[in-house]
């Protein structure tokens, strides 16, 4: 790792650290009449990365609803899930459903899906290259290095040719199952967030859509990704989360209907991801039986 990416990872942990404090202490004034659908603070949703903004449509849009909402930014991925399993959020929204089925069975926890939200697409960008094929032989494409979004990242490189994967490869594929002499590139493990500040240190990256905008890029200049249309994408997902006990709560079900049909928030939400995400309704019982599926998976892949 070079010295300027040493840089800027620590410069992530301590705004995480700043962030993860901040919450911490803020703690007490959290939201704690979730079970009957009325609180007596904000409902407070931790995000990953923070700044879209869509949020601040959404927060006023659900003010005009009569619910108060303070979204929580986080830097990083591992913080918002135990924060909501230990009652310093209320929800979070920032992660796909295979995400967190490898929460709840790393942690021995039931977190739920209590709303989709979109299908981002997973792209591949290079600083060197304009189109895949000229990527050469023998070239280096980093890869997020947390479990589901490495397994992921792994099935869009085989989509687009660069790799061939053991069995054709599935939700929890690792670099191990990559088959060398059937596949062009290679790949290195790079921390999600770090992956853009990288491309310049290697042949491509697979980048995700949170990662994308921040870091300058566009995605008009992707290389290519996956696609909603496929059946192996639904389980990417991306969810609003909530402690199984408020798996019915009508003020958080609320928020969830606010995001999903509320034009507003919808077309805020449209302009800030384009047209490669696709916005969805997947109705909760299938939300469920998806995250059940992929915690068995899961399980199964751990022996």
Known sequence: MSVKKRGILAASVA????TVTALTGCASDANTGADEGDSAGPVRIGVVPGGQPYWDVFVEEAANEGIEVEIVDFAEYPIPNPALTEGELDLNQFQHIIYLANYNVDADEDLVAIGSTVVYPMNVFSDKYDDLADIPEGGVVAIPNDESNRARALLVLQKLGLIELKDGGSATSSPDDIIADKSKV?????AADIIPVSLPD??????NNDYVEPAGLDFADSLGADSADDPAVAPYTNIFAARSEDADNETYLKLVDIYQNNEKVQAAVKDYVGDGAVLLQTPR???????????????????
């Open 285 to 303: 019982e299938e939300l469920a039986a998806i995250l059940a599926q992929a915690e068995e998976d899961y399980r199964a892949s751990k022996g």
């Open 202 to 207: 290697v042949d491509a990256g697979v980048i």
């Open 186 to 190: 290679t790949v290195t493990e790079v």
């Open 15 to 18: 705004a995480l650290a700043l």
